[in-house]
């Protein structure tokens, strides 16, 4: 069984920070590039960024970068979302997923966990 289990998630106020943890079990963790995806209510899947399968290299929607980054231990299995300066237009159901491409395209991803819910409130 192939799991991805985000945990992290809850309300803030508009500027403050936030941490998801995902942690992967039942796939080889070190060969795949991990991703992070939001989706906010009546809007599409967008893709929030990705680390590289050592961790070496992180891709972000310009949206985040400066604000958000991804991190990951693979000894643990496990990657992170930190997120800084949170504004409203954060807020979402965030995912990791898992590809074998170094890629922001949803569809591209082999596998997902359950999401985890982020409001930021004004």
């Known amino acids: 069984q192939v799991q991805l289990v985000e945990t992290g998630g809850g309300l803030v106020q508009a500027g403050g920070s936030l941490t998801l943890s995902c942690a992967a079990s039942?796939?080889?963790?070190?060969?795949?590039?991990m991703g992070w995806f939001r989706q906010a209510p009546g809007k599409e899947r967008e893709f929030v960024g990705v680390?590289?399968?050592?961790?070496?290299?992180?891709s972000y929607r310009d949206s985040v970068k400066g604000r958000f980054t991804i991190s990951r231990d693979n000894a643990k299995n496990t990657v992170y979302l930190q997120m800084n300066s949170l504004k409203p237009e954060d807020t979402a159901v965030y995912y990791c997923?898992?590809?074998?491409?170094?890629?922001?395209?949803?569809?591209?991803?082999?596998?997902w966990g359950q999401g985890t819910q982020v409001t930021v409130s004004s």
């Open positions: 997923a898992a590809s074998t491409e170094l890629t922001g395209h949803y569809s591209q991803y082999d596998y």
């Open positions: 039942g796939l080889t963790f070190n060969i795949y590039n």
């Open positions: 680390i590289s399968r050592g961790g070496r290299s992180t």
